[in-house]
């Protein structure tokens, strides 16, 4: 079964930092990759999506996420950490190889630091 | 927009008794998902459907019963509430095997 790991349950940056959140699924069928945001008592929000073509992707609130299929992974990057970062980050995998079912990893607390 | 709504926001249930929660999507979407989230475990995939008529066993079933009679509803039913199943219920729907929309949550207690 498709399964997706999250490095780190929490991170902690400082504000104007790089912000990288870690993201590894398994499959041998390159699925279709997502980045989602929640923030509290809030529902989730995508940030950004690869499905094919481009590797590196671009989403909303300056996150991009580069898909690096020989090390399966889907690392989420931002180049400088806001206040209003501060939230729940979840990566998921979709599609074929997922069972078309969306499987979300364990989501990565990042805190930010003043 | 309403895009996914869920009912109710809140509720308290004792052990033993049942209720159902109810999604609704406006966006005529064919995948609909029920998922709960606990804390440090991300969220997990209790029931799901990929069409009117269908559902299917996600990873937590047990417990737990769905029905999508209608496109845009996909109820989750307990029929037996316990403890365990304290947690954040979130439905989502999708058009596709792509990217899902999220409803606000219903946060249940059993006590």
């Known amino acids: 079964a498709q399964s997706v790991t999250q490095l780190g349950s929490h991170v902690s940056v400082s504000e104007g930092a790089l912000v990288l959140l870690r993201c590894n699924y398994s499959?041998?069928?390159?699925?279709?990759l997502f980045w989602y945001v929640q923030y509290p008592n809030q529902g989730l929000q995508l940030l950004l999506k690869?499905?094919?073509?481009?590797?590196l992707v671009k989403g909303i609130k300056g996150f991009e996420a580069e898909f690096k299929k020989s090390e399966t992974s889907f690392h989420l990057t931002k180049p400088s950490a806001h206040m209003s970062d501060a939230a729940e980050y979840f990566c998921?995998?979709?599609?074929?190889?997922?069972?078309?079912?969306?499987?979300f990893g364990g989501g990565t607390r990042v805190l930010v630091k003043p | 927009n309403a895009g996914v709504t869920q009912t109710p926001k809140f509720r308290v249930l004792k052990t033993g008794q049942s209720m159902t929660l109810l999604c609704a999507q406006d966006?005529?979407?064919?995948?609909m998902y029920w998922y709960r989230q606990d804390p440090g475990m991300g969220l997990r995939l209790i029931h799901y459907?990929?069409?009117?008529?269908?559902?299917a066993k996600g990873e937590v079933p047990d417990g737990y019963n769905v029905s999508r009679l209608k496109k845009q509803n996909f109820l989750l039913g307990l029929e037996s509430a316990a403890p365990s199943q304290t947690s954040v219920y979130f439905c989502?729907?999708?058009?596709?095997?792509?990217?899902?929309?999220f409803g606000q949550g219903t946060r249940l207690t059993v006590v």
């Open positions: 989502a729907s999708s058009y596709t095997r792509l990217e899902a929309f």
């Open positions: 499959s041998s069928v390159p699925p279709y």
């Open positions: 690869y499905t094919t073509g481009a590797t």
């Open positions: 998921a995998v979709s599609g074929e190889a997922a069972g078309n079912k969306l499987t």
């Open positions: 966006m005529n979407h064919e995948y």
């Open positions: 459907s990929v069409g009117e008529g269908t559902t």
